[in-house]
């Protein structure tokens, strides 16, 4: 209910936009300003969704959006709304949107089984667009009927339903000892590291990059296809975003099928080409009926394209920095909107609608070869939840939970055989140190022994050093396990503090 409220007021501010100023640039400006706050704060509040109560972080975040988008449709019930304030308001809503996301995002596999991830996923985007598909349309039938501020009030109170299910709701208490909650600073240097040695990840963030920066451009310019393109108002712009989301719907109800016959990367391969064959529809359209093709076309392209994206950053992350992953992914996602946003309204400025439409097709089209080579669901398999197998280190004094920074040494004996083997697993080993929160790593080889190694690794603290034992998954260790299979002795591990002189 509360997305039907907020795809009411998504479709409701656009036209409202081509009322108090057609220029394309301005009507994009629309998108930019609902897509920027996920770029902006989208990170710090993944860093937040893993620190702190999830449940009562989004209470509050939902209960800001409720004020801010109350207090914009008295400005439009009053007739006092500008172009400027329409764009504020719909920043401050979206960054109450955004500083939600991620904890949004991070609470779904806490509420279904692993293997039940994907349909979950799918089932929540099929939310996601049957409200797509009921908003707009119920937004523009609202506007015709009561006027342009019905479907801000309708959004307004919506959010109220959402609260309360959040109240209600009870996450399940952790299990075991729990160490103290990270730091807001180092939560977000050890998201942002893990990300960078998290490869799945990285694959979905540069999928993402590749598809959204040219589908956007359907977002940010449908208001202008529906009024000056189509000479329709807002029930058409309504009806034509409502076509969008129907077609999602049905498109989850395809993925299954789909990712059995295609696989995840053909899915998305396919979602592109699709979408720049809807992206031409737009570009030629002068009546509703190629207008509706392109919609229902867009629509399936985009839930295949971002579902897939979607299961692949889950999969590829553990759940102690779920929140700060999908954080990342959200920030690369709406990045790839407002920056698309923006280029394909400036285009369409200087060049008009069709052809803004046409390079967004062929720029559709060239990123598939130009991405290929970054698979998506490789994390499908791997146990990432946490092995807890690594031994608690012997302390001869007290150490300090923020004493450091802590090197550790693990001293390795390997023979000549396995030498490359070896070496092999240790560059895999290498990546896994940093995704567990290691800021530097090194593997030196001793030059009067042969077969001795000595790996190192930085962490900041002694407590976060504690975390790292916390967060060696089931899949590390089967790299571990394998490591130790290729030494002629077991591997001597030491703890080193840093000291002032």
């Given amino acids: 209910m509360s997305n039907i409220g907020g795809w009411m007021y998504s479709s409701a501010s656009a036209w409202l936009m081509t009322s108090l100023d057609a220029d394309p640039l301005m009507v994009s400006l629309v998108q930019v300003a609902a897509t920027l706050p996920m770029v902006l704060f989208a990170l710090p509040a993944g860093a937040l969704a893993d620190i702190v109560d999830k449940r009562r972080f989004l209470i509050r975040a939902e209960t800001f959006i409720a004020v801010v988008s109350t207090l914009f449709a008295v400005l439009v019930w009053l007739h006092v709304v500008s172009p400027v304030s329409l764009l504020l308001c719909t920043f401050l809503i979206e960054s109450g949107s955004a500083v939600g996301a991620p904890a949004w995002q991070s609470v779904v596999p806490a509420l279904v089984p692993k293997a039940e991830l994907p349909a979950a996923i799918a089932m929540n985007s099929a939310g996601v667009n049957v409200s797509r598909a009921v908003g707009p349309a119920l937004g523009g039938a609202l506007t015709v009927a009561f006027g342009i501020a019905a479907p801000f009030w309708v959004n307004a109170v919506s959010n109220f339903g959402v609260i309360g299910a959040l109240m209600r709701w009870r996450s399940a208490p952790h299990q075991g000892p729990q160490l103290p909650a990270e730091r ?47 000479g329709g108002g807002a029930t058409l712009y309504g009806i034509l975003l409502g076509t969008i989301g129907a077609a999602s719907v049905a498109g989850v109800f395809a993925l299954p099928w789909l990712k059995a016959t295609l696989g995840p990367n053909r899915i998305v391969a396919a979602g592109s080409v699709g979408t720049a064959l809807a992206l031409t529809l737009y570009g030629i359209a002068r009546n509703p009926a190629t207008a509706f093709a392109a919609s229902a076309l867009a629509g399936v392209c985009w839930i295949a394209v971002l579902s897939n994206l979607n299961i692949s950053a889950q999969l590829a992350l553990p759940e102690w920095v779920r929140g700060r992953g999908l954080a990342i992914y959200v920030t690369v996602f709406f990045a790839a909107l407002t920056a698309g946003s923006l280029v394909w309204g400036e285009v369409a400025r200087l060049g008009g609608v069709p052809v803004a439409f046409f390079l967004a097709a062929s720029g559709s089209l060239l990123a598939i070869p130009a991405t290929w080579r970054w698979k998506l669901h490789t994390g499908a398999g791997a146990d990432l939840t946490p092995s807890m197998h690594w031994p608690t280190p012997v302390l001869s004094h007290h150490v300090e939970s923020d004493a450091g920074p802590v090197l550790v040494t693990v001293e390795y004996r390997v023979g000549d055989a396995n030498r490359e083997a070896f070496l092999c697993a240790l560059d895999q080993l290498s990546h896994e140190r940093g995704r567990d929160g290691a800021y530097a790593w090194g593997l030196f080889e001793d030059t009067g022994v042969p077969g001795r190694f000595l790996e190192t690794f930085l962490v900041e603290s002694w407590m976060e050093h504690l975390r790292q034992h916390k967060r060696v998954t089931n899949a590390d260790r089967a790299l571990q396990d394998r490591i130790g299979q290729l030494l002629t002795v077991p591997a001597k591990i030491t703890h080193l503090i840093a000291t002032t002189v």
């Fill in 184 to 230: 807001f600073v180092s939560a977000l240097r050890t998201g942002l590291r893990h990300s960078r040695n998290n490869r799945q990840l990285r694959a979905a963030l540069i999928r993402a990059v590749g598809f959204f920066f040219f589908a956007s451009s359907f977002w940010a310019l449908l208001p202008l296809v529906a009024r000056d393109r189509l």
